[in-house]
């Protein structure tokens, strides 16, 4: 079992749908939670952090935590085109990170 | 949080020969740490580098194909040496930051 697998693959998806990006993990010393968010030719940008189950909202974003269950979540609302980029999650404590999801959000 | 320089931001580079990638970060960091991404794939850690000591490599990764200098706490260097097409990849630097870790916007090699 890998220690992160991250779903969807590559997704596309019209201007202004909900975008839904998840990951679960094994590691139950995981206890820091991030999303990067990759442009193409650019290095990863934190996006989002969370330590704690429940969830977290910035704006557009809302970042969800499942300790028990053993899986985090990434919610992208009214998406836009400029939010189309590979969405990564990470882990802090073994500088783990999931492969990535490619979103194209279609104007 | 920091803000990291990293170059060259791509090169295409001969079968055989070593490229050296260099990170500079704007403030005073422990430690810096060297990624790998293959195309569509995600992030690999290659080593961690500290200030004043050898570099920790991971498993799969040595000293000899990727030596690593760290002479202060601002600078660091990867090369890639003896290169194979199988070594064309984004290589990427990173700090520990406030709330996560951060990136420099990766060196993106090609190998022919």
């Known amino acids: 079992q890998k220690e992160v697998e991250q779903d969807p693959g590559p997704l596309s998806v019209p201007e202004g749908a909900i975008v839904s990006l998840n990951c679960t993990y094994s590691?139950?010393?995981?206890?820091?939670f991030m999303w990067y968010r990759q442009y193409s030719r650019k290095g990863p940008e934190l996006l989002m952090y969370t330590y704690s189950s429940g969830n977290k909202e910035d704006g557009r974003f809302t970042a969800q935590v499942d300790k028990s269950s053993k899986y985090i979540s990434l919610f992208i609302r009214d998406s836009q085109p400029s939010d189309s980029a590979t969405y990564l999650c990470a882990f802090y404590e073994q500088l783990t990170f999931g492969s990535g999801t490619q979103l194209t959000v279609l104007p | 949080s920091a803000v990291i320089s990293q170059k060259p931001s791509r090169d295409i580079c001969q079968r055989g020969t070593s490229l050296t990638i260099q990170c500079q970060v704007d403030?005073?960091?422990?430690?810096m740490f060297w990624y790998r991404q293959q195309p569509g794939q995600s992030l690999t850690l290659i080593a961690t580098?500290?200030?004043?000591?050898?570099?920790?490599?991971e498993s799969g990764f040595v000293i000899d194909k990727f030596p690593i200098s760290r002479p202060n706490l601002t600078f660091s260097t990867l090369t890639v040496s003896n290169m194979s097409p199988e070594d064309s990849s984004i290589y990427l630097c990173s700090v520990t930051g406030p709330y996560g870790y951060t990136f420099g916007s990766g060196t993106r090699l090609t190998v022919v």
């Open positions: 580098a500290n200030q004043g000591s050898e570099a920790t490599y």
């Open positions: 403030s005073q960091v422990t430690m």
């Open positions: 590691n139950s010393a995981f206890q820091y």
